[in-house]
């Protein structure tokens, strides 16, 4: 098992920025990529960006190239979604996710919340 503890959520106005993070533990070895959904509220969960856990690799949905970055600390096993540029339809539970031995492993989800 693989247990993932997000943080770093909150208020913030648009253009501002937060910063996510989500650290693993329990069978982290097992890890070949993490990455961040989001659920706006009436919506589906949908992708943010991914990374793979060796090769650093990284993967955004268009909405954000260019205001997010996705990065890794493999000692800490974090994970990290810097959010710059931050507007109103970024407004969503974020959640941290981990893929490995296809198997998917989901945070409690953090709220984000951008207003105008």
């Known amino acids: 098992q693989v247990q993932l503890v997000e943080s770093g959520g909150g208020l913030v106005q648009a253009g501002g920025s937060l910063r996510l993070s989500c650290a693993a533990s329990?069978?982290?070895?097992?890890?070949?990529?993490m990455g961040w959904f989001r659920q706006a509220p009436g919506k589906e969960r949908e992708f943010v960006a991914a990374?793979?856990?060796?090769?650093?690799?990284?993967n955004y949905v268009d909405s954000v190239k260019g205001r997010f970055t996705i990065s890794r600390d493999n000692a800490k096993n974090t994970v990290y979604l810097q959010m710059n540029s931050l507007k109103p339809e970024d407004t969503a539970v974020y959640y941290c996710?981990?893929?490995?031995?296809?198997?998917?492993?989901w945070g409690q989800g953090t709220q984000v919340t951008v207003s105008s």
């Open positions: 996710n981990a893929k490995g031995r296809g198997r998917d492993y």
């Open positions: 329990g069978r982290t070895f097992s890890i070949h990529s």
């Open positions: 990374i793979n856990w060796r090769g650093g690799t990284t």
